[in-house]
């Protein structure tokens, strides 16, 4: 007998969260494999959120949030994302971005809000 190792991924709360409080001076962050529920669940509400894609080399990722430097705040969803330590280095990278940054977690899901007012 094995363990069930499969989980739910909770992107749509997530996802409804950035749609509510999305502004045009906004940049937001998809990792690669959240990318299918992201595209889900935004035709799911009929949402329109423009987003970059990132995958999990965190050096690349790196170099895409120094371009959203004229981002006021830069929302990054990541789901269905690699086994420790990968979760605990993208909300040190954060971290060292905005060390005020609001981090939320729900089973299998991450959402990072970066500020930059």
């Not at 669940?41 to 170099?63: E, G, K, M, R």
């Not at 330590?85 to 005020?100: F, G, S």
Request: charged share 15%; net charge negative; with cysteine.
């Amino acid at each position: 007998m094995s363990a069930n190792t499969h989980h739910i991924q909770q992107t749509h709360t997530f996802i409804k969260q950035i749609a509510t409080q999305l502004n045009p001076k906004a940049c937001v962050l998809v990792y690669k494999a959240s990318e299918r529920a992201f595209g889900y669940y935004t035709q799911l509400d009929n949402l329109t959120i423009p987003h970059a894609v990132f995958d999990s080399d965190l050096i690349s990722f790196q170099q895409l949030l120094q371009n959203t430097s004229n981002c006021e705040t830069v929302w990054i969803l990541a789901s269905h994302f690699p086994k420790e330590p990968w979760e605990n280095q993208l909300k040190d990278l954060a971290l060292n971005i905005d060390e005020k940054a609001t981090i939320y977690t729900d089973t299998g899901s991450i959402l990072i809000v970066l500020s930059r007012k």
